[in-house]
C-alpha cells in the first residue's frame, strides 16, 4: 500500500504538519509493508487560483504534480489547518487548481481526516467541512478526528502525542 500524507498548511511551524508525520509515523509503525510518503503543500508553490490567472497563464504545473503524487497513492491522510472556521486559502486554492485537471481529486482513494488547533474545537468545522465534500471528488472518508488543544497533547521533543490521542489515532490509522 502506498500512502500520501500532508498537511493542509503551507505553514513552516505546522501543527497539523505535525499531527500528519505522527499519524504517518503509526501508519508505518502499523503496516511495515506501507510505503508513507508525507508531503510539504510549500514544496508545490503556485498562485492563488483565480479562472484570470488559469485564463492568462494555464494550470501550474505544481498543481499537477501534487494531483499526480495523490492519484499514485492507494489511501491519503490529511490533516486540515482550520484558519476562521474554514480551509487554509494555501489548501483551498490548490484544491481549486488541481479540480482544473480533474474534479476527482481523491478518486478511489481510502481518507483519513485530521485536524487539530490550539482550541477546544480542534478545527471540528474544517473537517466537517472537508467530510461532507470530500466523496463528491472520489474519496472513501474512512474516518476523521479533530484534536483539541494540540500544545498540551503534543509532546515536542518526542514528536508524539499523548497515549489517549495516540491510540485514538492509532485505531484510525488502521482502516486504511
Not at 71 to 80: F, K, T, V
Request: proline fraction near 5%.
Amino acid at each position: 500500500m502506498k500512502c500520501i500524507a500532508f498537511a493542509a498548511s503551507t505553514s513552516s511551524t505546522s501543527i497539523n504538519k505535525k499531527l500528519v508525520t505522527a499519524a504517518a509515523s503509526l501508519l508505518r509503525d502499523e503496516r511495515p509493508d506501507a510505503v508513507v510518503d508525507v508531503l510539504d503543500l510549500r514544496d508545490y508553490p503556485k498562485p492563488m487560483f483565480s479562472e484570470d490567472e488559469q485564463r492568462e497563464h494555464g494550470i501550474p504545473d505544481t498543481a499537477t504534480r501534487l494531483l499526480g503524487e495523490i492519484a499514485s497513492a492507494d489511501a491519503l491522510i490529511i490533516s486540515l489547518a482550520e484558519h476562521n472556521g474554514s480551509y487554509a486559502a494555501a489548501y483551498k486554492s490548490a484544491f481549486d487548481w488541481m479540480t482544473r485537471v480533474s474534479q476527482r481529486v481523491f478518486e478511489g482513494k481510502r481518507v483519513l481526516a485530521l485536524s487539530t488547533s490550539p482550541g477546544k474545537r480542534g478545527g471540528a468545522s474544517v473537517l466537517a467541512a472537508f467530510t461532507a465534500s470530500a466523496p463528491y471528488f472520489g474519496a472513501e472518508v474512512v474516518g476523521s478526528l479533530a484534536l483539541p488543544v494540540f500544545h498540551e497533547i503534543y509532546d515536542e521533543s518526542a514528536g508524539t502525542i499523548t497515549p489517549e490521542w495516540q491510540a485514538k489515532l492509532r485505531a484510525l490509522v488502521g482502516t486504511l
